[in-house]
């Protein structure tokens, strides 16, 4: 067990809807990474989020959104739906992330969200 | 952007003899590479990383080495057991300004006993 936790852990919904994914990172860990695991794709990195603030951006697509709450949850919003979206979501966590201070790179792992688009 | 390549795709060992894993990246400024060990379903787990600063770590039967001059590092698994059968990945990451990961594609490695 990594210390990360995801909700939830499945999720089935058809084209066009919208779904939240929700992030729990490690007790500490002030940044969040979401990324997106599909069969053909490969780990694709999402975004970024370090204390409340965005970071950095991958290949993430405008109709999806993340977010970090004071409490340090993240939560990766994925709406107007299409089939191409079914894919595993991970998020990370990592204590640092912040240029200038020690480093702290290591990245833990949640266990995944899977998503189904029908 | 970051771009790493990762070889072979898929890996069939003996139990017993060795694995290795070749990755290449394309930014010279890269400075830290971890590996992460996917089992079917579940998350990827960090097995083992290295910092530019060192050409070598080792931990137990996996060792990973750096040739930062020609931008490649690789994974050594020994005595292989069949608990090592999985999805491998090797990942790069600049830490100049954020940490985000760039991953290789993965190899799945299968030992055969």
Known sequence: DSGVTQTPKHL????????????????????????????????????????????????????????????????????SLELGDSALYFCASSPGGLAGAAPTYEQYFGPGTRLTVT | ??????????????????????????????????????????????????????????????????NKTAKHFSLHITETQPEDSAVYFCAASTGLDDYKLSFGAGTTVTVRA
Do not use: M
């Open chain 1, 12 to 79: 089935i919904t058809a084209t066009g809807q919208r779904v939240t994914l929700r992030c729990s990172p490690r007790s500490g860990d002030l940044s969040v990474y979401w990324y997106q695991q599909s069969l053909d794709q490969g780990l694709q990195f999402l975004i970024q989020y370090y204390n409340g603030e965005e970071r950095a951006k991958g290949n993430i697509l405008e109709r999806f959104s993340a977010q970090q709450f004071p409490d340090l949850h993240s939560e990766l919003n994925l709406s």
């Open chain 2, 1 to 66: 952007g970051e771009n790493v390549e990762q070889h072979p795709s898929t890996l069939s060992v003996q139990e017993g003899d060795s694995a290795v894993i070749k990755c290449t990246y394309s930014d010279s400024a890269s400075n830290y590479f971890p590996w992460y060990k996917q089992e079917l379903g579940k998350r990827p787990q960090l097995i083992i990383d290295i910092r530019s600063n060192v050409g070598e770590k080792k931990d137990q039967r996996i060792a990973v080495t750096l």
